[in-house]
Every structure is written in C-alpha cells, then in structure tokens.
C-alpha cells in the first residue's frame, strides 16, 4: 500500500512469522526493510514483536492514526484523506506518475531514476492537468484539476 492508515486502538501489528520458523514471505522482508532500514527491520522480524499502531505509527510504517468510534466512521474518515489525492483537489494524473516515479526510482540506479523522472515530467506538461495548475497559479485562482 503507498500510503498506510490505521484506526486508534483497533489492534497490533508486526511480522510475527518467526515464532513459526519461517521469514515473512510475500514481499514482508523486502518491503520492510525499505520503510524503516535494515538494522530495525531485521530487529521486528527477528523479534517477532507485536506492537501498537502507535509504535507503528512512529516507526513510519503508519503514515496516520485516525480515532473513530467504529468502522463507518473510520472508513468516513479515511475516504475523506483520501480525496485530497484525486481531482479537483490534487491532480491524479501527476499523482500516479509520482507514486511511479518513486516506486519505480527506488529499485533502479539513481542516474536512470533521474531520466524517468524527467520522462515522467515531460508527459504530465502535456497534460491538461498541468495546464490548468500553471493557468490557476499565475490567475491567482484554485486549480480545478480533471485526472487528464
């Protein structure tokens, strides 16, 4: 998941695979490892340790902790945070070439990131999308952005 939301108190989290002798397949390692560096990742797997979504929270694994009185409102909630991602608030297109460039910019070698990421930026000037933004900016005015 690109970003991780919890509800306050609803449970525990951790990669408690240990304590039945195998590692935390499907990608637990690898991505792990990637939110908070090796040293610590290597510590909650070998350790097997559950913790709080607060802990999880200040470890970056969470990116944010919503209190809600049950799951109607948490979901409330999260699709409000939600939506300040998708059009007209933000522009999606320049999103989803954001969440690409990273994703993809972080498995490859830096030089060949920095050329996808000016690929990426080539297209999103050719969008309508970023037509509007830079019309709104100089106008003095809140974009109001398509997802195109």
């Known amino acids: 998941a690109d970003l991780r939301i919890a509800r306050k108190g609803a449970g525990k989290m ?8 195998v590692l935390p397949g499907t990608g637990g390692t690898q991505r792990l490892v990637r939110m908070v560096g090796k040293s610590k990742a290597i510590e909650l797997m070998a350790s097997g340790e ?8 200040q470890l970056g694994i969470i990116n944010d902790i919503f209190e809600a009185e049950n799951a109607a409102t948490f979901l409330e909630r999260v699709l409000g ?3 300040q991602f998708t059009a007209p608030n933000r522009a999606a297109y320049a ?5 690409r460039s990273v994703q993809t910019g972080a498995e490859i070698p830096f030089e060949s990131a920095l050329a996808l990421e000016r690929e990426l ?13 830079i019309d709104a900016y100089v106008n003095k005015r809140k974009p109001q952005f398509k997802g195109r």
């Open 14 to 21: 951790g990669l408690p695979e240990v304590s039945l002798g």
């Open 50 to 57: 559950l913790f709080d979504f607060e802990r999880g929270h």
């Open 81 to 83: 945070y939600a939506r």
């Open 95 to 99: 999103v989803g070439r954001i969440k």
């Open 121 to 133: 930026q080539q297209q999103l000037f050719q969008s309508e999308d970023a037509k509007e933004g």
